[in-house]
């Protein structure tokens, strides 16, 4: 049964693609995984149409949630543009929606080859980038993006513009194999751009 949508730590995660421009060495794609401690079975055999979608996040409770997620086994700005939508219908139909969270690599602008922050406000509460690296190298060396070296200045820039239209944006770095250093220089970039930035546990696979 492919996973639309799950559960995890009280809050509700949407799987809408597992296309992705990284090859990120963390990857548990790489494994043979299809799934991974968030839902059992994350991968796509087809990708649900927005209205495959609809249907399913309306079927949920959205009191037991304190959040709604964009995530998935992909990166889910590949779909932009029906996630939008999809905000939109969920707007409409479930009184008191939780804040939506988009995790993303911060390649949407390139990817679609359109500035698509400015769609993105009074829809989406929280963008989550991943930031991975404190310089193009490590980042490159790291998350191993198909647009090489132009991937950290795109994500870069994505944040940059995300400030103005998303209320909270996050850029997250993992703390496995990080010295202070790295972290140090992490958080002078966010702080250069006005973003957060969240260092989280590795977990093993």
């Not at 990284?22 to 548990?28: D, I, M, N, T």
Request: proline share 5%.
């Amino acid at each position: 049964m492919e996973t639309i949508s799950y559960e995890y730590e009280g809050s509700l995660y949407v799987n809408l693609t597992n296309k992705c421009d990284c090859s990120c060495v963390f990857c548990l794609r790489h494994n043979g995984h299809k799934g991974s401690i968030y839902a059992d079975d994350l991968w796509l055999e087809h990708e649900p149409t927005r209205q495959e979608a609809l249907e399913d996040l309306l079927s949920r409770d959205y009191a037991n949630y304190r959040e709604l997620v964009f995530c998935g086994f992909g990166e889910p700005m590949f779909r932009t543009d029906d996630i939008l939508w999809l905000v939109d219908r969920l707007k409409e139909q479930v009184p008191n929606l939780p804040p939506v969270r988009i995790n993303t690599n911060g390649h949407a602008n390139a990817i679609l080859g359109r500035d698509v922050t400015p769609e993105l406000k009074g829809r989406i509460d929280t963008i989550s980038i991943s930031l991975n690296g404190s310089t193009p190298e490590e980042y490159c060396a790291v998350t191993r993006p198909r647009s090489g070296a132009r991937a950290w200045d795109d994500m870069l820039d994505f944040a940059r513009k995300c400030r103005d239209y998303v209320p909270n944006v996050v850029m997250t770095i993992v703390d496995k194999d990080k010295t202070q250093a790295e972290i140090d220089r992490c958080r002078a970039i966010t702080e250069e751009l006005g973003v957060t930035l969240r260092i989280r546990a590795y977990i093993p696979d």
